[in-house]
């Protein structure tokens, strides 16, 4: 058997992805009408995923921002250094430039990267390379992707104060009275973002994106992930490690159809790649002695209990 060889567990460079019909059509109603792509599904889905692949794939400058409890929505639009600014004013003591410490956000960059380099207006443009763009090789395009990650981590404010900016692609620095809008040779973004479910988003968020929910993977699907990914990886997708992704395949059907009681969710698509990539370096297969210990590590996890 082949010796896998990792190079992480999601290296979310974009590389790899199964697109269905359903979820292209998806993307091509976001762009149609011009409306942020809100992808909801199990943790382990794949639905970060997906922006990296399209940026890759249409050759699109890319962006991500992972949304914690403290994002605020500015943060995506743009944060100021007033810390640094007051140091600087009190040492100095003369007019300074707002426009140093501005730093644009991942929709700035998405919407105007021009106006995003000069800060508006306030600085010489420094033919700086753009520094949140994932793909670097790609900076010239004049199209971007944006990853909006985990948005119901948020305070239900941020969803809020988002659909201007989202909806009319222009929005005012507060600290230096900057308008910025779209640029007109720069193409509307496809805005991508992600919810676990955790919170309730607000309806007037909801209304305005175009919603899908990833569907529960088939074991065809699994098969074809496991495929793609070991590939990649240069492993060999021989007989033995196909019946091996077919089996690991039909255990995570199993699980999810009939271990449910008490569990907080489901096992995900990347907990399956976690297990195919467990029994092959481990030498472990359904059967093994150590396979019922691999299986709950994996696959059939067990709920956390208050301690």
């Known amino acids: ?16 992805y199964v697109l269905s019909q359903e979820l292209q059509l998806a993307i091509d109603v976001a762009l149609a009408t011009d409306r942020p792509l ?13 922006a990296p692949f399209y940026a890759r794939e249409k050759r699109l400058r890319y962006y991500e921002h992972v949304v914690t409890s403290q994002t605020q929505a ?12 007051l140091g600087d004013a009190q040492m100095h003591r003369g007019r300074l430039n707002d426009g140093v410490y501005v730093n644009p956000g991942v929709l700035w960059w998405s919407l105007a990267p021009e106006s995003a380099r000069t800060r508006g207006g306030l600085l010489q ?24 990650d985990e948005i119901d981590k948020a305070d239900p404010d941020v969803p809020n104060s988002l659909l201007v900016p ?3 692609q222009e929005f005012t620095i507060a600290e230096t009275g900057t308008i910025v809008r779209r640029e007109p ?27 899908y929910t990833l569907p529960a993977p088939t074991p065809e699907d699994l098969v074809r992930i496991a495929q793609l990914h070991l590939e990649h990886e240069g492993v ?4 033995e490690t196909v019946d091996l992704a077919v089996t690991l395949a039909d255990e995570l059907i199993h699980v999810r159809d009939n271990e449910q009681s008490g569990r907080e969710r489901l096992p995900s698509t990347a907990e399956y790649l976690d297990a195919l990539r467990a029994c092959r370096e481990l030498h472990v297969h359904p059967g093994h002695p150590q ?9 059939a996890k067990s709920p956390q209990q208050d301690g």
Do not use: Y
């Not at 500015?74 to 600014?85: E, G, H, I, N, P």
């Not at 060999?236 to 007989?239: G, K, P, S």
């Open 38 to 50: 809100l992808l909801s599904g199990d943790p382990g889905s794949g639905k970060s995923s997906l």
């Open 74 to 85: 500015a943060d995506l639009l743009w944060t100021f250094d007033s810390v640094r600014r």
């Open 1 to 16: 058997m082949t010796r896998f060889v990792s190079h992480g567990p999601d290296p979310r460079d974009g590389r790899i």
């Open 166 to 168: 989202l909806g009319s």
């Open 125 to 148: 443009d420094t033919h700086r390379h753009d520094p949140l763009n994932r793909f670097h090789d790609e900076r010239g395009t004049r199209g971007a992707v944006v990853l909006i």
């Open 185 to 211: 040779d720069v193409a509307a973004p496809l805005i991508i973002i992600t919810t676990n479910g955790e919170r309730q988003l607000p309806q007037a968020f909801l209304r305005r994106c175009v919603t």
């Open 291 to 299: 396979w019922p210990l691999v299986r709950s590590l994996t696959l």
């Open 236 to 239: 060999l997708f021989d007989n």
